[in-house]
């Protein structure tokens, strides 16, 4: 007798092998992504170039995330109107733009800052939703994995990209990073997505996805409108939840490399925590995603926000440099997991027929917590003149929001949409 057991060309994964790789190549090149893990790169060369206060140059990342707040509700409904393949694509060519623009400043701050936010702006269209729409669209059974597969971008930035971008900066100066950075979206991400990105629902298969007998069925989109899910206790939990991870992440991740030079640890041998933040997020994004496809996802939400908790306390406790790269580590692992985990939760809890719509403002309140988050940590440490402070707020707000993922409840079940 035959197995039954589907062949490997059955599998979700296999079948939208080209999607998939379009859109972490977007991710990777994405204006969320760029911009946070390469600022580092620019912080002491353009500062020095041009006089400017190191709190100063950070206070650029608050224009290119906290714009977010207001653009990515928008994305949702223009990816809900015009399909998420001319969303990114636009995006890719306005994200090239902005990352240009940096390049030709002569010392203007308030110019400077203008270029950050022209990121957001420009390039609201690369952001996550635009990515995780088409996921949350065209997988079913191996959607948890395939979302971490695709996240894993950000991550894959910080291995690959932000030492790329270092080593131009080091070799023709800070300037030409900003045009290297400039041509990834466009001449990288660009050809990726106009060759792969196609969605079944719009009539565009790509070559590696073409009907297969035993190919999976296609996702019924079903699920809660944008008001249904606003007038519902699980939106407001899920959002307050982001919130108060990111908050806490996006401060203590640009902040960790200051906090162990300024406990007499180099900036060479610093540097590796990042490193390992890096690898990590990479590991927590597919870890989680295999995850949440086989058990219930809030307990698994609950269980990777836990980390950080751990890591700030050792933190607290020594700030060594093999302390610091073992905190990376939880760090890393937990900010792979949030991502996809806000993605994936977003799509079982209030389903996917308005999903980007839904996914469009829970991730406004991801950017406003990233964009005051760098400024907020600094005006800590120039306060208390500590960095235990953050470590100890980082604790509470990882507690707090690891509690508040369980109320979730059960996945709920929902009728074919009439909307």
């Known amino acids: 007798m035959q197995s039954e057991a589907p062949s490997w060309r059955s599998l979700e994964i296999f079948s939208h ?23 580092g790169i620019f912080v002491v060369p353009v500062t020095e170039a041009f006089g400017w206060s190191r709190s100063e140059f950070q206070l650029s990342l608050m224009f290119s995330t906290g714009i977010g707040v207001f653009t990515s509700p928008i994305v949702g409904w223009f990816i809900h109107r015009y399909g998420a393949r001319r969303v990114a694509l636009l995006g890719l060519v306005g994200l090239s733009v902005a990352l240009f623009l940096p390049s030709l400043n002569q010392g203007n701050l308030l110019l400077f800052y203008m270029s950050y936010g022209a990121m957001a702006l420009l390039g609201a269209g690369t952001v996550p939703v635009t990515w995780t729409t088409a996921i949350t669209q065209v997988f079913s059974q191996q959607r948890g994995f395939a979302l971490g597969l695709v996240l894993s971008g950000t991550g894959l930035c910080a291995v690959i990209v932000t030492p790329l971008i270092a080593w131009v900066v080091e070799t023709w100066g800070w300037r030409a ?146 302390n610091a790269i073992l905190a990376s580590l939880l760090l890393g692992f937990a900010a792979g997991a949030e991502l996809d985990l806000m993605a994936f939760l977003a799509a079982k809890y209030f389903g996917t027929a308005h999903y980007a719509k839904i996914y469009g403002f829970l991730y406004a309140g991801l950017a406003s917590a990233s964009g005051i988050a760098p400024s907020m940590y600094a005006w800590l440490y120039e306060t208390m003149g500590t960095h235990n402070a953050g470590f100890q707020l980082g604790a509470i707000a990882f507690t707090a929001s690891a509690l508040l993922v369980l109320c979730l409840g059960r996945y709920p079940t929902f009728e074919p949409s009439k909307h």
């Open 177 to 322: 990073g900003y045009v290297a950075l400039a041509a990834l979206p466009l001449l990288v991400a660009g050809p990726w997505v106009w060759w792969l990105f196609k969605l079944p629902k719009d009539g565009e298969i790509s070559k590696d996805s073409s009907p297969d007998a035993n190919a999976p069925e296609p996702v019924i989109e079903v699920g809660l409108t944008l008001s249904e899910a606003l007038r519902g206790y699980r939106f407001w939990v899920l959002l307050l939840s982001i919130f108060l991870v990111y908050v806490v992440q996006s401060g203590l991740v640009p902040n960790l490399i200051p906090a162990l030079t300024d406990a007499g640890i180099p900036m060479s041998e610093a540097a590796t925590a990042m490193s390992s933040f890096g690898a990590a997020v990479i590991v927590g994004r597919l870890a989680i995603g295999w995850l949440v496809d086989r058990f219930w996802a809030p307990g698994v939400a609950a269980a990777a926000i836990a980390l950080p908790v751990i890591a700030c306390l050792m933190l607290l406790q020594s700030l060594t440099l093999s």
């Open 17 to 39: 092998r080209g999607l998939l790789l379009a859109a972490c190549v977007g991710v990777i090149c994405s204006s969320i992504v760029l911009p946070f893990y390469t600022l």
